[in-house]
């Protein structure tokens, strides 16, 4: 089993900036690869990054690019989803996801996830 806690979500205006983090714990061996999804009221769940654990590749929407960037330490089993120039339409959940292959876009795809932390965007 693997374990992932996110933390770092929060209340924040319009353009401002948030750091999430997803900590790993457990079978970390096994994962592959990390990604960050989003899920607002009402809505599907979004993929928003990914990354190939130990490539260190990356994957990002393009609903999200130039805004959110996605890193990882690798020696600290966390990964990082640094997100600027916040809109309120970024309000949702944020839940990182783990699976044992390469990185997907499709949620179905992810064994693992964390409980999520949500992000507020006030206008």
């Known amino acids: 089993q693997v374990q992932l806690v996110e933390s770092g979500g929060g209340l924040v205006q319009a353009g401002g900036s948030l750091r999430l983090s997803c900590v790993a714990s457990?079978?970390?061996?096994?994962?592959?690869?990390i990604a960050w999804f989003r899920q607002a009221p009402g809505k599907e769940r979004e993929f928003l990054s990914a990354?190939?654990?130990?490539?260190?590749?990356?994957d990002l929407a393009d609903s999200v690019g130039g805004r959110f960037t996605i890193s990882r330490d690798y020696a600290k089993n966390t990964m990082y989803l640094e997100m600027n120039s916040l809109k309120p339409d970024d309000t949702a959940v944020y839940y990182c996801?783990?699976?044992?292959?390469?990185?997907?876009?499709?949620?179905?795809?992810?064994?693992?996830w964390g409980q999520g932390t949500q992000v507020t965007v006030s206008s």
């Open positions: 990354i190939n654990w130990g490539r260190g590749t990356t």
């Open positions: 457990g079978r970390t061996f096994s994962v592959y690869a």
């Open positions: 996801a783990a699976r044992s292959g390469w990185s997907s876009r499709r949620a179905a795809d992810y064994d693992y």
